[in-house]
């Protein structure tokens, strides 16, 4: 199996997770947080389609992002800095965004994952063995290594959104 059959196997089954875990909530459901510090389905599903199209097309592939090309950032009402992800928000900052409607959420999660798709059909495992820089400075590693820690990372947020959705609409939905 090519690498990148692993790497896409097990985003596909976190994708798949997570597309029975947002079926049929509504925009209220997915913008509600347990507490003021926690974080809502709809934020984490935002963060995670941001971190992969940040990784996915940016540093993976030195392309534009969907963020700013498809005008998504607009439509999510945040700037056009390609490092908006969400990360490193505080308690007000969560607050103080109005979080968009389960339309824009799910439109952008889909063209991401379109975006990743086509990358990981067409990707090699030489290509993958290259070494990069994640950020300047750093040690470069083999793109395979970023992609294990982007595929944790995914699979993490989707774990949250699943937690998230049994505690808020009961046991039941993962069938």
């Known amino acids: 199996m090519a690498v990148s059959a692993g790497i896409s196997n097990a985003l596909e089954r976190n994708w798949g997770m997570v597309d029975r875990a947002i079926d049929g909530l509504s925009d209220e459901t997915l913008a509600r947080q347990i507490s003021d510090s926690d974080n809502s389905i709809g934020w984490l599903l935002f963060h995670m389609s941001r971190v992969v199209d940040v990784f996915m097309?940016?540093?993976?592939?030195?392309k534009p992002q969907i963020w700013i090309e498809d005008g998504w950032c607009e439509k999510?009402?945040?700037s056009d800095d390609p490092e908006t992800t969400g990360q490193g928000?505080?308690?007000a900052r969560l607050a103080a965004w109005p979080l968009?409607?389960?339309d824009v959420l799910v439109g952008y999660y889909e063209a991401m994952k379109a975006c990743c798709r086509?990358?990981?059909?067409?990707?090699?495992d030489e290509e993958l063995s290259a070494t990069m820089s994640l950020r300047p400075g750093s040690d470069p590693e083999p793109k395979e290594t970023i992609m294990g820690v982007l595929v944790f990372d995914n699979i993490v947020h989707g774990g949250q959104i699943a937690f998230l959705r049994g505690h808020l609409e009961g046991m039941g939905?993962?069938?």
Not at 118 to 124: A, F, R
């Open 173 to 175: 939905w993962f069938v």
């Open 57 to 62: 097309n940016a540093r993976f592939q030195g």
């Open 100 to 102: 968009p409607s389960k």
């Open 118 to 124: 086509d990358y990981m059909s067409s990707v090699t």
């Open 89 to 91: 928000w505080d308690t």
């Open 76 to 78: 999510f009402g945040l």
